[in-house]
């Protein structure tokens, strides 16, 4: 197969101005090409008056080496696709199905790729499935009526079922899990779209139908899932795992035990915790989500020719006077924010956008760095009972509403009496406030600095009616679970998993990790 690099075609372009391209920069007549498939697209917008899309291109035809030889383009090369694939050589029997607890794209994919290879999976999930919880959270945003076990963080497809949906990684795919990822989300119904952009998003309405068409095939392969089914407690004996108990009363009996928790289940980390668990304390980042017009974004990022494009994201990072490092993560263009808490007397917010991101408003979390230093205790649940002061108080600042803010009465430290020029695009309810008070001053300050930096790249960034919203702390897990080269935790049979364990950081490094604790499984057991 030929690979070709660095295609450059109008954003305005046809299929045939492709195909056209295509054959003259392997300089054959199209009736050469037996196929060819988009590899990656992604924009180049640094010349904001040609505006481009850049190709990767797979292409097939007969004699390629004569062409390549022929075409003596650095951009023209061999390749071979990467394919994943799973060595299953497990021969110890299981006494019992897998359990897998959490149903956020590393449990979902671990389960249903176990599922596939005959293991029958158990998979329990605390919260509702995805359309009772659509109704939950929606009465929540109504009414603010929380349901602690049903809510954004907790129920079918995990906290990213309430999100953008964003399905870029910086985890690097030597092995094709990431490809595999991608292929699966297709197959359970996410457009095709997401194998070649360079920013593919599913967006949360389309990715609530793909979740559950992936329940589904678990349970047509022979898998359970069941819902309101919440871990409370974890039996072992010799440090081996044995059985489990649900709902405090039920024992489900187990030797594979997968933890797909989510970075948001407290009352759990609090129970490993007690049963002595290996579990440490990491970092993560606390901030505000900041809202403004699309239009600003769009803009800025592709000159009069935004009205042609997709809505822009951003992403921007700066390195503080202070030492901090503030940067702008989870960015919703054309998007919501939402009221995502999971504990009462507690607020915390993060943000959605559906598939076509066409709402007036931008919005990104804009977060400052925290570390264990900056923590109260010395424990593993420290960084955790930090995020929890925060919320609290954005809880007590709004009276239980999202505490909301102009930029400029933010830097001066005062409350907001009104808005500006921007309406919050927020699912929930929300009143004026000042949400410094919900947040550290090494924080405020540094995110003060970073939006008059992040100005100079997007202008209009700073503008003093811009929107905060506080307070969002739930950017990754506040806790690390140890595990081994096996990835099993200090309690055999017992393997860590996804985001909440502290080993991924979205919706696809977790759905990849869950991958890596299949291929795991399958390669020390048996299916049954």
Not at 214 to 243: A, C, P, W
Not at 319 to 328: A, E, F, I, K
């Amino acid at each position: 197969m030929i690979k070709i690099n660095q295609l450059k075609l109008s954003i305005e372009h046809s299929k045939e101005s492709l195909e056209d391209k295509i054959a003259k920069t392997l300089k054959i007549p199209k009736e050469q090409i037996l196929h060819y498939e988009i590899a990656k697209r992604s924009i180049d917008a640094r010349k904001k008056n040609e505006i481009l899309y850049i190709y990767s291109i797979e292409v097939e035809v007969t004699n390629e080496k004569k062409i390549i030889d022929r075409c003596k383009n650095q951009n023209v090369v061999l390749t071979k696709k990467t394919v994943y694939q799973t060595i299953k050589d497990g021969t110890q029997p299981m006494k019992h199905r897998p359990v897998v607890v959490g149903t956020g794209p590393a449990g979902i994919f671990c389960a249903l790729k176990l599922a596939e290879d005959g293991f029958k999976p158990i998979v329990i999930e605390r919260g509702e499935d995805v359309d009772k919880r659509v109704e939950t959270v929606n009465t929540f945003w109504k009414e603010n009526k929380l349901n602690n076990e049903s809510n954004v963080q907790f129920g079918e497809g995990g906290a990213g079922t309430f999100s953008d949906g964003k399905l870029n990684t910086l985890v690097k795919d030597v092995t094709g899990r990431n490809t595999e990822v991608l292929r699966m989300f297709v197959e359970h119904g996410a457009p095709t779209e997401i194998l070649y952009l360079n920013k593919p998003h599913i967006g949360t309405d389309r990715l609530r139908g793909v979740v559950k068409a992936m329940r589904n095939r678990i349970i047509q392969l022979g898998g359970e899932v069941r819902f309101k089914t919440k871990l409370t407690d974890i039996q072992f004996e010799k440090d081996q795992v044995t059985s489990i108990e649900v709902n405090g009363r039920e024992t489900i009996p187990c030797d594979v035990l997968v933890l797909a928790i989510g970075h948001s289940a407290r009352d759990t980390f609090e129970m490993l915790y007690k049963k002595q668990f290996d579990i440490k304390s990491k970092p993560f980042a606390i901030g505000v989500r900041m809202e403004h017009p699309q239009e600003i974004i769009s803009k800025s990022q592709y000159g009069d020719s935004y009205t042609k494009l997709p809505a822009a994201d951003y992403k921007v990072t700066h390195q503080t006077s202070n030492g901090r490092g503030v940067y702008s993560f989870c960015m919703c263009p054309g998007g919501f924010v939402v009221n995502a808490s999971s504990e009462s007397d507690r607020l915390v917010v993060n943000g959605m956008s559906n598939y076509d991101r066409d709402e007036k408003n931008a919005n990104s979390a804009i977060i400052v760095t925290v570390n264990p230093e900056d923590f109260d205790e010395d424990s593993p649940l420290a960084g955790m009972e930090f995020q929890r002061k925060w919320e609290r108080l954005a809880y007590e600042e709004g009276k239980g509403k999202v505490p909301v803010q102009l930029f400029g009465d933010f830097e001066a430290n005062r409350p907001s009496t009104k808005l500006g020029s921007m309406t919050p695009n927020l699912k929930g309810e929300y009143t004026l406030g000042n949400v410094r008070n919900c947040l550290p001053e090494y924080v405020c300050e540094s995110i003060i600095e970073g939006v008059h930096a992040f100005d100079k790249k997007i202008h209009g960034f700073s503008k003093a009616d811009a929107i905060m919203l506080g307070v969002e702390t739930r950017t990754s897990s506040p806790i690390k679970m140890i595990r081994n080269e096996a990835f099993e935790s200090n309690i055999a049979g017992v393997y860590p998993c996804g985001e909440g364990a502290g080993y991924a950081g979205g919706i696809t490094s977790a759905a990849m990790d869950g991958i890596k604790v299949y291929e795991m499984i399958v390669h020390k057991y048996k299916s049954l």
